[in-house]
């Protein structure tokens, strides 16, 4: 039932701004529709948490990695609906967008989380293609939103490379159905019975298919090289979207390749795909150390960030057991994390209107809160203690230093470049002096309390988990 | 009653070939019309591989895929298409990458790798098939090449749904047709997917007043 409350509302939400003009209606119906998926996603995580799945009807289906998922969904979902509200009301007064830019913002953004959720829940790989290709379509116009040429170009990058990609991906995931031939009554072939017939897969079909399926989602993903869509889509996309497309999106197409690993693993053992997410977890991670290294625009800074932990917890995974434990950690960790930092460089950018690095100095004394939900967002991410990623890059290593050594010290050479990189950044950012032009003060509160309540999040998960959660967590890294 | 039994093996290859040289056509065509066409007589061959299908299962679901496939494929990209190079007056597709010579020498490389023994796996899926298997695979490869080397916003929207008919030719040829509603739900998202490049193309010609991709330079670290 939870499951079908939350389509309807978010559908009916994403209808409101195509049949109403009334602005109020729409955002007051977004709000209220995300606090009740909310609880709708966390009843279904407790289910999952005490059942070990919840499958209401046969065409969903919510192993314990979903139900992390969905309530990753629900909270990053809420905090982003209430961040766009005075986001976009403070781009209308500066005559950025207009009421129809307003309506279609809402239609598409409640469209994206319905498909997103629609994809985590779906019992069949296929129709989680199905609803990952229909994300590409719903966020497509969120990224080409102002209508510029460099928006319009991003948009561009973004529907052509995921197409392709996805296009790839759908190729290995029938490729993966091989195997198991014609499953249940209505001819729907599910995640569990793909798992449950796996040893009837060929082990070359299952390799190549594997191949696919990693370039195909891999490029969703943003792992290197197939990432080049990225940092253009989150840098040109409003604010709110980058967090959820950074925070959500990418973790729920790293969903389709995990499902898929095990399958691969139970046919050809787990070295054949461990090597390979290590190879593109390591390019992911280079690749976008020296980039961010020498990047100059803040918002593309973040999103390379997104491509090195994407990176990060390819190699999690791929080692397996307390590796896993640290790439579901990062997941949970990097979601809340980043969704808060665009969130804050989204204030940011409506008080400085530049997304120039060089152009952003003094935010600690125009916006005195954004300022040290900044300078913490930013040390949490880089890995500083006592913060989560620290713990789960820690785990991590850990593990790595065992199984892979050399790589191992080499991760931690990049993760050291990512932090003199950001430290480099941001200190400018936040405690230079501010420039003339820019008023201080006036901190709209309903901007800053979103990313400070993702931060307190991800800051109390650190020291207390719940019980609920550590099942969730207990559960994923046994099966995945 | 084995698949290739109802339809002479032959006739698949054939049409199955068509479908292969009009992506290769697609490739080196100067002209947005013939594209269309082009693309049009594509698509055209996957609704007979499909209805051959149909022959064979008489399954009603693989009926309604044909009609949806030749309605959306056929009937509206065409439309679609030829509206939008009336509307903007874009007779001519912008130049490839590669020269026609390379171009051919190219996709005779990837119609020899589509037959190695690299994809032999693939072909072994249903043995009885592995010629169409294989000349599926090289029409993929093509598909995929059409994208890298076009420089037109047109001919990467073609290249995509090329790689799609690919995909459903491989799948028809080894056997991983999809039940009714997934095919279903496949078409309404190339539909939207279809729609949405149409007005992609729009947006990028009023913005740089041409189609050429390489113009695209905005964006950089």
């Known amino acids: ?480 | 009653m084995s698949y290739t039994s109802i339809m002479n093996e032959s006739l698949l290859q054939i049409i199955l070939g068509i479908a292969l040289l009009t992506v290769v056509f697609i490739n080196i065509s100067k002209k947005n019309s013939e594209t269309i066409i082009a693309y049009g007589i594509q698509s055209l061959a996957i609704v007979f591989i499909l209805l051959n299908l149909y022959l064979e299962t008489k399954e009603v679901g693989i009926l309604i895929i044909v009609i949806l496939v030749l309605l959306i494929k056929v009937v509206a990209s065409i439309l679609f298409f030829n509206k939008l190079i009336h509307r903007h007056e874009l007779r001519f597709t912008i130049r490839t990458y590669c020269n026609v010579p390379l171009t051919f020498t190219i996709v005779a490389f990837l119609i020899l790798l589509a037959y190695s023994s690299k994809f032999i796996v693939l072909t072994s899926l249903i043995p009885a098939n592995q010629s169409l298997i294989s000349a599926s695979l090289a029409f993929l490869f093509i598909s995929l090449f059409l994208i890298v080397n076009s420089k037109g916003a047109l001919s990467q929207i073609f290249g995509v749904l090329s790689l799609d008919n690919s995909i459903v030719a491989l799948a028809v040829f080894t056997g991983l047709e999809q039940s009714l509603s997934v095919q279903v739900g496949i078409l309404f998202d190339l539909f939207v997917w279809m729609t949405i490049a149409v007005i992609f193309v729009s947006m990028i010609y009023r913005h740089l007043g041409s189609l050429d991709v390489t113009s695209m330079k905005n964006l950089t670290e």
């Open chain 1, 1 to 480: 039932m939870e499951i079908l409350i939350t389509i309807f509302l978010l559908f009916i939400a994403a209808l409101l701004g195509v049949i109403t003009r009334r602005r109020n209606v729409i955002e007051g119906f977004t709000v209220i529709a995300s606090c009740i998926v909310i609880i709708c996603s966390f009843t279904i995580a407790f289910n999952v948490a005490n059942n070990g799945q919840y499958q209401p009807y046969p065409f969903f289906y919510v192993d314990s990695l979903g139900a992390i998922l969905i309530m990753i969904i629900g909270v990053i979902g809420l905090a982003t609906t209430i961040y766009s509200i005075p986001y976009l009301r403070k781009e209308t007064e500066k005559g950025i967008i207009g009421l129809t830019r307003v309506r279609q913002y809402y239609t598409l953004l409640n469209a994206f989380i319905l498909m997103m959720y629609l994809a985590i829940t779906s019992s069949s790989p296929i129709f989680f293609w199905i609803f990952l290709e229909a994300t590409t379509l719903s966020t497509v116009f969120l990224i080409s939103f102002y209508n510029k040429l460099t928006a319009v170009e991003a948009a561009w990058k973004y529907l052509i490379i995921n197409s392709i990609a996805l296009l790839l991906g759908f190729l290995g995931t029938l490729l993966f159905l091989s195997g198991a031939g014609q499953s249940e009554s209505n001819g729907i072939v599910t995640w569990q019975f793909l798992i449950e017939n796996a040893t009837k897969l060929d082990p070359g079909i299952a390799k190549i298919a594997l191949i696919f399926v990693l370039i195909g989602y891999g490029t969703k993903v943003g792992l290197a090289p197939m990432h080049t869509w990225l940092p253009d889509a989150h840098s040109k996309a409003p604010a709110p979207i980058s967090a959820l497309l950074s925070g959500v999106l990418l973790n729920i197409a790293f969903v389709a390749i995990l499902r898929f690993k095990a399958i691969t693993d139970i046919v050809t053992g787990s070295d054949y795909s461990q090597n390979i997410l290590i190879v593109f977890g390591l390019l992911s991670i280079f690749i976008s150390t020296f980039i961010i290294f020498s990047q100059k625009n803040y918002k593309r800074l973040l999103a390379y960030s997104s491509i090195e932990n994407m990176g990060i917890i390819s190699i999690g995974f791929a080692l397996g057991g307390l590796g896993t434990l640290a790439g579901v950690l990062h997941i949970i960790f990097h979601s809340l994390i980043k969704s808060s930092l665009f969130m804050s460089v989204g204030t940011i950018f409506l008080r400085y209107s530049s997304t120039k690095i060089v152009n952003i100095q003094g935010v600690l004394k125009v916006l005195p809160i954004t300022g040290i939900t900044l300078i913490f967002g930013f040390l949490v991410i880089t890995g500083t203690p006592p913060f989560g990623i620290f713990f789960s890059k820690l785990l991590l290593l850990s593990v790595g230093i065992e199984k892979i050594p050399i790589i191992t010290v080499s991760i931690v050479l990049a993760m050291a470049i990512v932090f003199v990189g950001f430290m480099k950044h941001m200190s400018g950012m936040v405690f230079d002096e501010k420039p003339r032009n820019v008023e201080t003060g006036n901190e709209n509160i309903w901007l800053v309390i979103p990313p400070v309540v993702l931060l307190c999040i991800a800051f109390i998960l650190v020291f207390y988990c719940p019980p609920y959660l550590y099942t969730l967590i207990n559960s994923v890294v046994l099966n995945y």
